[in-house]
């Protein structure tokens, strides 16, 4: 079992940054690859960012890219989620995901899943 706790969401004018937190409990992740998914309200869930714990590889959603890094730190075995340049769309309820193998943007195929945190940005 992967126990998983995002923190960090709140509420951001356009333009502005947010830094999201994934602690990660219960097992060594090496194997494993930790994404980012958001879901807005009427929306289905989407892939925003994953990153793979043993090397640091990181992928990223066209909407995203260029605004957003994901990183990790091994000893601590949080994943960040650094939002920059943050627009109204970007606003949904932020989700950390852990999937054992390799990076895919597919949310179906994460095993473990935090209870999320709210990203409200503000135009």
């Known amino acids: 079992q992967v126990q998983l706790v995002e923190s960090g969401g709140g509420l951001a004018q356009a333009g502005g940054s947010l830094r999201l937190s994934c602690a990660a409990s219960?097992?060594?992740?090496?194997?494993?690859?930790i994404g980012w998914f958001r879901q807005a309200p009427g929306k289905e869930r989407e892939f925003v960012a994953t990153?793979?714990?043993?090397?640091?590889?990181?992928f990223y959603s066209d909407s995203v890219k260029g605004r957003f890094t994901i990183s990790r730190d091994n000893v601590e075995d949080t994943v960040y989620l650094q939002m920059n340049s943050l627009k109204p769309e970007d606003t949904a309820v932020y989700y950390c995901?852990?999937?054992?193998?390799?990076?895919?943007?597919?949310?179906?195929?994460?095993?473990?899943w935090g209870q999320g945190t709210q990203v409200t940005v503000s135009s």
């Open positions: 990153i793979v714990m043993s090397g640091g590889n990181t």
């Open positions: 219960g097992r060594t992740l090496n194997r494993y690859c």
């Open positions: 995901a852990a999937v054992y193998g390799p990076p895919n943007p597919h949310p179906r195929t994460y095993e473990y």
